[in-house]
Structure formats: C-alpha cells, structure tokens
C-alpha cells in the first residue's frame, strides 16, 4: 500500500513539473532557457512509464497487495482492518456467543499460553449461501482488532494456476507479520476437497501448503483461520483433524426472530413508510438467507425510487418479496404457509415422543429448512454407548416415525416429509431382527446371503416391529395432543424451540409420562 502511493506521488509531482516546464517556455519572459524539447521529453516518458507501472501494480494478481482483491464488504479502514463486529451480525446469537471464547483466546493469548494452552488455529463455518459466514469472520477481526486477509478457495485453482502453493504461503507469512490475523478462506472446499475425489495436482499442492502452514505456526503468532463452505461432507478428513479445522459451526438459515433482525440491520438507514412492519416482513420470508434478505430491502429501496416515492411503503417490500421468490423459484408465499404449519406438526411430533420416552435429548426444534430437511429435531450429542437396550431402540424408532404418526392424526393424511424418518427407522429394525436377535425370529445372527433369499421373512419381522412402533406413536401424539399443539403453535411463531422452551411446556402440562413400549 504504502509503495504504491509512493509511486502515485511521484507520478503526480512529476506532471506538475513537466506542466510548469511547458507554460515556463512560453510566457515566463527571462524564460529557462535551459530547458530544451529534451528535457520535456524526458519528463513525460519517466512519468508515463511510473503510470503504466502503477496500473500494471494494480491489476496484476501476483503483485496486487494480498487479499484485498476480492474483499467483498467495502468497510475496511486501512492495512486489512476491518471495523465491522458482531453489532453488524443480526441473529446468530448462538453463534457469536460460541465465538466469544476464541476472541478472548486472540485478546488475551498471553493468559492462555502462560498456562500452556494452545490458541486453537481453524473454525470451520459450513452451512447454505449468504448466511453471514464471511460477515462472522470479519466481525471477528473486526471484534478483535485483527488483520483481515480474505482469500477464496476458488481463486487459488483458477485464477492463479501454478502459484497456489505460493499464494498460500505469503498469505501466512502477510498472517504472522501482522499478527493477531484472521485468515478468511471461502470456498475452502475448492482446495480442500477429498483429495481422491479428482485428482489434480495443483489442488493438491495447495491444500498440502496449507495443511503444512497450519502445522507449522507457533504460539508466539496468533493466527486464526477461518474456513468457510456450503459442503461439509466434501472436506478431506486430513483438513478437520485436531489442530487443523478441528472447530465446525453450523451457520444455517435464520429463524423468524433472526429474520426480524436482520431485516432491522438492512433497513436502519432507508426511510420507512409507517406502514411497514418488520416482523411482518420477517414472517412472509420464511426460508430466506440473510443475503437474500438483505437483497429484499434493497430492491424495495430501488422500486422505491423508481415510483417516485420519498419513503419505501410496505408495497414496494412485497414487490420486492415477489421477486426475490420468484427468481429463486420458491413457491408462493401461501403454499409456503401451509407447508409450514403441515412441517410443524411432524416436527412437534418428533419432539412429543422423542421427550416422552426418553430416547434422545432434544436440543432444538426447528422448521427452518437444513439442507434437504424442511425440519429437523436436534439432538444433544449423546455419550459414546455401546449398549443399547432393546426397549431403546424401539423408542428411537417410534421417535422416528413420530412425525408421520403426528400428520396422520392432526390432517388425516400422510406426507413425503417422512422419507428420510422411514429409512432411518428401517434400518434400525433390519439390524434388530438380522444382527441382535431381537424379534421373533429369535437369538440367532442373519447374514447378508441369507436376506438376499428370504427377504420376505426378514421384511415380515421388519414390519412386525414397525407397525408396532407406529401404533405407539399414534397413540403418545393422540393422548398428548394439546402439548403437541402447544410446540407446534410456538414453533409457528418463532420457528426454532430450545430445550429449555420444550421442557416449560411440558412442565405447564405435567401429564403422567408413562408408556409402556
Ligand atoms: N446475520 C446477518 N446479519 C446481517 N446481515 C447479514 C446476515 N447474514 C447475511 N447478511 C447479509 O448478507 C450478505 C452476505 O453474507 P455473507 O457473504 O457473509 O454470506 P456467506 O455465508 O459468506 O455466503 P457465501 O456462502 O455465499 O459466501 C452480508 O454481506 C450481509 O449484508
Ligand atoms: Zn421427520
């Protein structure tokens, strides 16, 4: 940076002078007589070639001063600060509140090396696109007072075949001069793909580099590097092994209350009609990213403009909404709703039966959509148990097929939603009646040669526990319909449900939770 304004003086001064040399010819009338067409000459060539040299500096990647080139938000101060932090992070309150302990880690690293702990050197965000990865780690530096250097996985293969390795290396190097860093990779799976998937050395080499860089740095340096992807399950093992991205954060699409949040963000500047509400806008966008919410309150702002108005009315934001949706081909918002309310009831169904026969401990609820799920129940991580009770594994099936059972009673009909839920649950149950022993069949160990021809016995005892565990369901989700109501009802309104609003519920409704499996 600072060479280059060097150079943009030098250029500038030297015009000047080549300027005061012309008008000098001409009108100064002791005149410079001194000065010849050669002299001016020589002026104007110097300073063209410091010009085509400071265009040349500017555009060429290999010189350009590393990772400003793709800095997607334009708020850095100077020298790769950034002055965003969590205040520009709407929502992600979980998110930022697991964030707190590696700032503390980058603010105080004296107190946690003197006791010999080590600064831990990769997170890992994944999860869909625009969901505020990139922002999260800006708000980190920015948090931390850190350099930023943004790179892109992408860009490493692409634009600069052959000196990805290179590239990765200086980029650390630029890391440990400035230290404290943040190294931001987007698209980290651009480089850090399973290396057998395709092979391709120049990837290769550069996820190699990389792996080595984050071996190789010490305490004395506090580096972090945040990665950031849409597809976890691409990554090689080797980039997720401890002491490399050993930390993985889920940053998924934001809940209503987020929604609401975020919308204030984008809008805090633009002039509102008072006919707009935010939590009204919240509840139409069901589904969205941040980015994309982001890219509403600008439309409206721009459709705004285009209808001459002075101030951005609730029409211009459901214009906005509409074509927002419809280029992202998403059926209309009233098809949305109702799917919504069908989603959660199957979800509140899961949660009912998995909380009143104890198999898994729920987390969170949610309805908004992950990945291929439109819902998802999730679940603390259990402890690693190798024992599991046959009464166990009947609950975690009837948990399963909670959802449907939920459907069924409250609609009177079935949906596709179960799909995942049914294969799962079957499993479960093949491996009862095949490896434990746990159907009529009897104590005995089935082997694959012995399914391939008589299916139809094992499909038989398959069913047998199935059918039974989807009676149970039906029955738990039919005795404890209001509880049912009340998740789902509270799941319309606020779309994720933690563990502690489930168990407030239950608590209100103390029903004798006893049922035999
Ligand atoms: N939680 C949020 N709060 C405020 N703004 C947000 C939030 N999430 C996303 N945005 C807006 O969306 C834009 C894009 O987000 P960002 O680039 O961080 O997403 P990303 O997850 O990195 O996406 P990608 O996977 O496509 O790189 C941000 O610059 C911001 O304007
Ligand atoms: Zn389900």
């Known amino acids: 940076m600072q060479k280059k304004k060097i150079i943009l003086l030098v250029a500038i001064l ?205 305490t004395s340096e506090t580096v972090v590097v945040i990665g950031a992807t849409n597809r976890l399950d691409l990554l090689d093992e080797a980039l997720l092994r401890p002491g490399r991205f050993d930390r993985h954060i889920y940053v998924g699409n934001p809940n209503i209350n987020a929604r609401e949040k975020i919308l204030e963000v984008h809008t805090k500047n633009k002039p509102l009609h008072n006919n707009v509400s935010v939590k009204e806008l919240a509840n139409k966008t069901h589904g969205l990213s941040g980015a994309q919410l982001a890219n509403i309150a600008n439309e409206a702002a721009i459709i705004a403009v285009r209808n001459k108005k002075n101030k951005i009315d609730n029409k211009d934001f459901n214009q906005a909404i509409e074509r927002v949706l419809a280029g992202l081909e998403i059926k209309n918002p009233s ?73 069924q009673i409250i609609f009177k009909d079935i949906t596709t939603g179960a799909k995942d839920d049914l294969t799962k649950a079957t499993e479960i149950a093949q491996e009862m009646v095949c490896s434990y022993g746990m159907s009529t069949l009897g104590n005995i160990s089935i082997d694959e040669y012995y399914i391939k021809n008589n299916y139809d016995i094992i499909r038989r005892e398959i069913k047998k526990i199935m059918d039974k565990c989807f009676k149970n369901a039906l029955k738990i989700v039919e005795d404890n319909k209001i509880i049912l109501f009340q998740i789902s009802d509270l799941l319309m309104k606020q779309e994720t449900i933690n563990n502690k609003e489930l168990d407030k519920i239950f608590e209100e409704y103390k029903t004798k939770l006893d049922y035999a499996t």
């Open 335 to 407: 098809v949305l709703l109702k799917e919504k309310k069908t989603i959660a009831i199957h979800e509140a169904g899961h949660a009912l039966v998995s909380k009143i026969l104890k198999t898994d401990m729920v987390q969170k609820v949610s309805i908004v959509p992950r990945g291929q799920a439109l819902g998802y129940v999730l679940k603390f991580p259990e402890e690693e148990r190798y024992l599991y009770t046959q009464k166990e594994l009947m609950g975690k099936i009837t948990g399963l097929l909670a959802g449907r059972a939920a459907e």
């Open 14 to 218: 030297s015009v000047i002078l080549s300027t005061i040399l012309f008008y000098d010819k001409y009108f100064s009338a002791s005149g410079f007589e001194r000065i010849t067409n050669g002299d001016r000459f020589i002026v104007w060539t110097v300073t063209t070639i410091i010009i085509i040299y400071y265009l040349k500096l500017d555009s060429d990647p290999q010189l350009a001063p590393l990772a400003l080139s793709s800095d997607k938000e334009g708020s850095k101060k100077n020298n790769n600060k950034t002055d965003i932090s969590f205040k520009n992070v709407a929502g992600l309150e979980e998110i930022k509140e697991e964030l707190k302990e590696t700032i503390d880690f980058i603010n105080n690293s004296q107190k946690y090396t003197k006791m010999g702990a080590k600064i831990p050197k990769g997170i890992l965000f994944y999860g869909p696109p625009g969901t505020g990865k990139t922002l999260l780690a800006k708000a980190v530096a920015g948090e931390t007072n850190s350099t930023f250097l943004y790179a892109s996985g992408s860009e490493f293969v692409e634009k600069y075949v052959g000196v990805g390795a290179k590239r990765v290396r200086s980029l650390f190097e630029k890391a440990k001069k400035d230290s404290p860093s943040i190294i931001f990779i987007d698209e980290i799976d651009a480089i850090g793909a399973r290396r057998n998937l395709d092979s391709n050395n120049e990837k290769d080499q550069t996820l190699n580099q990389l792996l080595s860089e984050m071996d190789g740095f010490n």
